[in-house]
């Protein structure tokens, strides 16, 4: 634990020394409520844009003196995921948008995606395959109402029209999407094709937002933009099973319900932004302390026969902030109530996340980043209770369980030789894999290719 302690503080400290060098440009990301209206790119009727990404990890042997049914390979692995998306956007009229999301993927996990409670390929899906699967990841329509106050400039983008908006507005977003797409997004964390790739930097990592195995789900959003404030919130369809594919459209019966509150200022000049958020899920799901109830004498309890309609909640808060144009942070805490199953997401009751991104301007070289970023992820006590009894969930079950934080460093390069196209070197140090003193510690190491236009 002190030794990635002080590898997370010697790369944190670097970046702040770079960082605190006189700023170049001042790209901050989130417009804050003391800039001028600036003029509008040339408003677009139709676009679209596409991306490929092929990522490849090497997992050395580590020490296990015990495995399980759930556990992470011991013995060297290797994987790959390559996925390919094209991104199709339209305004059928005045204030409207729509959008399409084509995507292929095909793969192989390390461990089948078993073993941590933060899978290291944030590209990896729960139904990944050695051949291309293609489908639909997004089909959505956004409308947006103006209620005045300043413009701002939106630029083209994935699934983002160009064009302005007015600084206060209602946006109502229905249809199939990913709730991460929308709920706790981040300039520096979030996206696994260009940023950090361990599941645990993707959003909270408690989060345990209404998806199908692939992470995409049908649901409403709505979102309320008033100058530096901003509050969101919608329903979206659970899986009819954990961690499965198919959804369950009796969504009055079984849903996903988050709502966030966002506050944008600065300090010092630069731009940052603060976060709060909450969400119950309603699902066909297990509880620890009843299948440890369920279980006969001397046999491992399961989360089989004791699933019923029950509900999760949970809540988390986020800063972000810009030390310069270039040095940007982020800080991400929050739990959920840790009684049932994980059900579409990670096994992660409790999580906390810091991390800080450096572009490359210092060396020449403005289209780099550096990332460097630490997480811990916990367990509720009726969790530890039922994989310390035998039990297993989705990801975890090593058959007996010495408790400890699963700790994560993560450290990547960006190379962008060419605009669209970046070359990724990452390393992810885990202690406590699967939550599991008895195991680990475990490096992986990642290239990732990432082209898109």
Not at 75 to 88: C, D, I, K, M
Not at 149 to 165: H, M, P, T
Not at 208 to 237: I, K
Request: hydrophobic share 35%; glycine share 12%; aromatic share 12%.
């Amino acid at each position: 634990m002190r030794i990635a302690f002080q590898k997370a503080a010697r790369c944190a400290l670097a970046l702040c020394a770079l960082g605190a060098l006189p700023p170049g440009d001042a790209r901050a990301a989130d417009p804050v409520p003391e800039q001028a209206s600036v003029p509008a790119p040339e408003r677009q009727e139709r676009d679209a844009k596409y991306q490929a990404t092929y990522l490849w990890q090497d997992k050395p042997g580590f020490r296990a003196p015990y495995s399980g049914p759930n556990s992470l390979s011991q013995n060297r692995e290797t994987s790959y995921t390559l996925t390919v998306t094209a991104y199709f956007g339209i305004r059928p009229w005045q204030n409207g948008e729509l959008y399409f999301n084509p995507e292929g993927i095909q793969g192989r996990a390390l461990s089948n995606v078993t073993g941590l409670g933060g899978p290291s390929n944030a590209e990896l899906q729960k139904s990944v395959a050695p051949n291309m699967r293609f489908y639909r990841s997004r089909l959505f329509y956004r409308h947006t109402i103006g209620l005045g106050g300043r413009s701002e400039a939106v630029e083209s983008d994935q699934n983002q029209l160009a064009g302005s908006v007015d600084s206060r507005r209602f946006v109502i977003t229905a249809g199939n999407l990913s709730l991460t797409d929308v709920m706790g997004t981040s300039d520096i964390s979030g996206d696994g094709r260009t940023q950090f790739m361990n599941w645990a930097t993707l959003d909270h990592g408690h989060y345990d937002y209404a998806a199908d195995a692939r992470g995409y789900s049908w649901g409403v959003f709505a979102e309320w933009y008033w100058d530096a404030w901003t509050l969101r919130g919608g329903r979206f369809m659970q899986p009819k099973t954990s961690n499965g594919l198919p959804l369950d459209y009796r969504i009055f019966k079984r849903y996903g319900d988050q709502a966030e509150v966002e506050r944008k200022f600065e300090i010092g000049g630069q731009p940052g932004v603060v976060k709060a958020f909450g969400f119950r899920n309603v699902a066909y799901m297990a509880a620890f302390r009843d299948a440890l109830t369920a279980a006969a004498p001397g046999q491992a309890p399961t989360l089989d026969g004791v699933r019923k309609p029950q509900s999760k909640v949970g809540w988390g808060l986020s800063w972000e902030q810009s030390f310069s144009g270039d040095l940007r942070g982020l800080v991400r805490l929050g739990a959920h109530d840790g009684k049932t199953e994980s059900y579409a997401f990670t096994e992660i009751d409790r999580s906390f996340f810091t991390a800080l991104s450096l572009k490359g301007r210092r060396w020449g070289r403005a289209e780099d980043n550096i990332g460097v970023a630490y997480a811990i992820n916990g367990l509720s006590s009726a969790h530890r209770d039922y994989l310390a009894a035998g039990g297993s969930g989705f990801f975890l079950g090593d058959g007996q369980l010495n408790y400890g934080g699963e700790r994560i460093f993560e450290t990547y390069y960006s190379w962008v030789p060419a605009k669209g196209l970046a070359l990724s070197l990452d390393w992810q140090h885990i202690v406590n894999p699967g939550y599991n003193r008895d195991r680990g510690p475990v490096n992986i190491g990642s290239v990732r290719l990432h082209y898109e236009f």
